[in-house]
């Protein structure tokens, strides 16, 4: 079963806006990551929060986690064409680095 | 530094025939590996996953196996295909908690 949920399933902006996608989950979790997927591709790791931390940056992403709510947003700032593509986040709840993906968010950046 | 090799890129297949894809991964050593299927518009489904040669650990009841025969070689097969089986299929590794999976750059299926 998916555990993580994105919301919205798809998000359309201007190029310069900021884009916000959140990912929500059901069970207690290790960490909770993003991942980048252009069309046709493999997944590429965006960042890794751990479940004791609440916000995390890297370059223009800003991720936060919020454990008591099972939910997680990833912000990407002053967007640009080249950040369209499908986001989606993965929860590891358990051994053997298993993660489960949710359905993702598939973002385009109009120019 | 590591990379992952996955093919081949596409394949096109008649129900009823076999299937074997390959993974592989360079530069580290026991690694975790996995093999993951994406349907079109969708997220991604664990179908195996590995952590030492000989070990695979199944995830979704199905048509496939895996094998893994060498310590950085992972294999999805299928002795007859069926049409359901098309779809991205994803291979990845990674090599502790709280670090990354790094993926494949994936194999499309299209069972006819």
């Known amino acids: 079963s998916q555990q993580g949920e994105e919301d919205p399933q798809a998000l359309s902006i201007q190029e310069g806006e900021n884009a916000t996608m959140n990912c929500s989950y059901k069970t207690s979790i290790n960490n909770l990551q993003w991942y980048r997927q252009n069309s046709g591709r493999g997944l590429v790791h965006l960042i890794l929060i751990r479940s004791n931390e609440r916000e995390k940056h890297s370059g223009r992403l800003r991720v936060t986690l919020d454990t008591s709510k099972k939910s997680s947003s990833l912000l990407i700032t002053a967007s640009r064409a080249a950040d369209t593509a499908s986001y989606f986040c993965?929860?590891?709840?358990?051994?053997?680095?298993?993660?489960?993906f949710g359905q993702g968010t598939r973002l385009t950046i109009n120019p | 530094s590591q990379t992952i090799h996955q093919w081949p890129a596409t394949l096109v297949q008649p129900v009823g025939s076999p299937l074997s894809l390959e993974c592989t991964v360079e530069?580290?050593?026991?690694?975790?590996l996995y093999w993951y299927r994406q349907a079109a518009g969708r997220g991604l489904q664990l179908l195996f996953y590995s952590v030492g040669i000989g070990q695979i650990s199944s995830e979704v009841p199905q048509n496939l196996s895996a094998s893994r025969p060498q310590d950085r070689q992972f294999i999805l097969s299928s002795k007859k295909l069926l049409l359901s089986d098309s779809g991205f299929y994803l291979c990845?590794?990674?090599?502790?908690?709280?670090?990354?999976?790094?993926f494949g750059n994936g194999t499309r299926l299209t069972v006819t």
């Open positions: 993965a929860t590891d709840a358990g051994g053997a680095q298993k993660l489960v």
């Open positions: 530069g580290t050593s026991n690694p975790n």
């Open positions: 990845a590794w990674g090599d502790s908690r709280n670090s990354p999976l790094h």
